[in-house]
């Protein structure tokens, strides 16, 4: 079974701060996805990053990017120059690339962004 | 403009009630999931469905049923409420073609149960 872990329940960062969120997952699976979701206070559930798991490329989206160890089993996240709205709960979640495609979740981490 | 919608966004009932928490996407998307969200913030897949007529059981056991009569509707039944039933409940969709990784929340309806 697959799970994926989040060690760090909260984190805060000054604003234009760079801030690093941990994700380490275990799965015997060579072929996966993974993702960062944020979920904001009372708000919906936003896709933030995806990565697939062969391409070795660490993928980026604006201010944010990921490092993937694929042999350590790791997937950061890195949020540069950070803004009052990454204020957020942020989770990192597995999902196989085979039927069911469901997603596993971390238990999240909950980063508050300062003035 | 193409989303997802749950409704009611939040429900107090008492105890025995019978609820359906609404789930509508209009992205056209095959695949819908209902996850569970317990009040320490951890989501675990409770049913998901792959088109009309499919409905399969996620990974935490759950008293609730679906259905999955029309593609964009995707609703969750509780025939008796009861307070371990209180949580927030996401519902999400994900398209097959050309790419099925990626899924989509609505914003969840919390759910209180006394």
């Known amino acids: 079974a697959q799970t994926v872990t989040q060690s760090q329940p909260e984190m805060s960062v000054q604003e234009a701060e760079t801030v690093t969120l941990s994700c380490t997952y275990d799965?015997?699976?060579?072929?996966?996805?993974l993702f960062w979701y944020k979920q904001p206070p009372s708000r919906q559930m936003i896709l933030v990053i995806r990565?697939?798991?062969?391409?070795?490329q660490n993928a980026t989206e604006n201010r944010f990017s990921v490092n993937f160890q694929k042999a350590a089993k790791s997937f950061s996240l890195k949020i540069s120059d950070s803004q009052l709205g990454d204020t957020a709960m942020y989770f990192c979640a597995f999902m196989k690339h085979v039927s069911p495609d469901k997603l596993i979740f971390g238990t999240g981490t909950r980063l508050q962004v300062f003035p | 403009e193409a989303d997802i919608y749950q409704t009611p966004r939040y429900l107090v009932i008492g105890t025995g009630k019978k609820i359906t928490l609404e789930c509508s996407q209009t992205m056209g998307h095959d695949k819908m999931y209902w996850y569970q969200q317990d009040p320490g913030m951890e989501l675990h897949l409770i049913h998901y469905s792959y088109g009309v007529n499919s409905t399969e059981k996620g990974d935490l056991s759950s008293e609730s049923t679906v259905s999955r009569i029309r593609t964009e509707h995707f609703p969750l039944t509780l025939e008796s409420a009861r307070p371990s039933h209180t949580s927030q409940y996401l519902c999400?969709?994900?398209?097959?073609?050309?790419?099925?990784?990626?899924?989509?929340f609505g914003p969840g309806t919390r759910l209180t149960v006394l």
């Open positions: 999400a969709s994900s398209e097959v073609y050309p790419s099925t990784d990626t899924q989509y």
């Open positions: 990565q697939e798991a062969y391409k070795q």
């Open positions: 799965t015997s699976e060579s072929n996966y996805y």
